[in-house]
């Protein structure tokens, strides 16, 4: 019986976090129809709804300790169709359809970095710096042209005489996915930690900021995070280079420690025989 309850646990997949990340992938294609169809306001609330459940999925696995190696390459899986291919269709059809090739060569130029970004995150998971992101997460990048379509159509802007710098903006933020600057991931910050009051009521004002006027909050908010990378990078360059020099300096003793360790003990191997 319990052989069979053991391999009954390998097959299975945990039902909680699994259907969070299926809810974040059915949103993802459905902003692909929706702008298929015209509805761009409602494809853009559905990139930022799948931003949501992507947020969820992971903490709620964390939490209930359902962890898997299925539920990680599932989740990359959604996030590339809900953060890569889904915001790219969903600008394209809305703006980059009458500038020719620049318009879907812009718009795969952010899928391609949106694969790259994903695959390099999930390689370096086990060593790269908690405390921040290497180039521009995904769903922030998402959200940024998400957040424009929404505010475009939310001020009924015509996106067609804008199409070339729209074009540039996609092609801008496909490539800061790729790129090494530095960015925030705030996990540091102490979550179940106290805070001062004035910390409650800061945290209230930036809702009723965002309820009185989500599309213009979320993508200024977005933006100013998409910049700080870059201003981040620059403004810490030397810290970032003494840092570099350093690991320079440990990986030789490393390996010197490592070497004298193994010639230790083929000597002591030898005494032992003599």
């Keep these: ?3 069979k309850k053991s391999l009954a646990n390998r097959r299975g997949i945990y039902l909680l976090p699994n259907l969070l990340t299926t809810a974040g992938l ?6 692909v129809v929706a702008s298929m169809q015209g509805h761009f306001e409602n494809a853009a609330i559905a990139i930022f709804i799948a931003m949501i459940m992507d947020g969820l999925d992971g903490r709620m696995a964390r939490m209930t300790n359902t962890q ?17 291919i889904a915001p790219s269709l969903v ?7 009458d500038i020719g090739k620049f318009g879907w ?29 290497q180039g521009l997460a995904s769903p922030s990048a998402a959200a940024v042209l998400a ?10 802007w015509d ?17 800061l996915m790729v790129s ?29 900021f965002i309820a009185m006027d989500p599309p213009s909050v979320l993508f200024g908010g977005f933006a100013l995070y998409a910049l700080s990378g870059p201003v981040m990078t620059l403004w810490r360059i030397k810290d970032i280079k003494e840092e570099r020099r350093q690991r320079k300096r440990t990986e030789p003793v490393d390996t010197e420690v490592q070497d004298n360790d193994s010639s230790d003990t083929e000597e002591d191997g030898v005494d032992k025989k003599s």
């Design 147 to 156: 957040g424009l379509v929404w505010l475009g159509v939310e001020y009924q």
């Design 159 to 175: 996106a067609k005489p804008w199409g070339i710098y729209i074009g540039i903006l996609t092609l801008v933020t496909g490539l």
């Design 1 to 3: 019986m319990k052989v």
């Design 26 to 31: 059915f949103a993802g294609f459905y902003a």
């Design 105 to 133: 060569l812009a718009s795969f130029v952010y899928v391609i970095g949106a694969a790259l970004r994903l695959a390099r995150f999930n390689t370096q998971v086990g060593t790269a710096d908690k405390r921040y992101f």
């Design 68 to 84: 898997s190696d299925f539920g990680a390459e599932y989740d990359s899986m959604a996030d590339m169709v809900s953060f890569g």
């Design 91 to 97: 600008v394209y059809n809305w703006a980059l359809t």
């Design 180 to 208: 090494n600057f530095r960015y925030s991931s705030f996990k540091e910050v102490d979550w179940k930690g106290k805070i001062p009051f004035i910390g409650v009521l800061i945290i209230v004002l930036v809702f009723i």
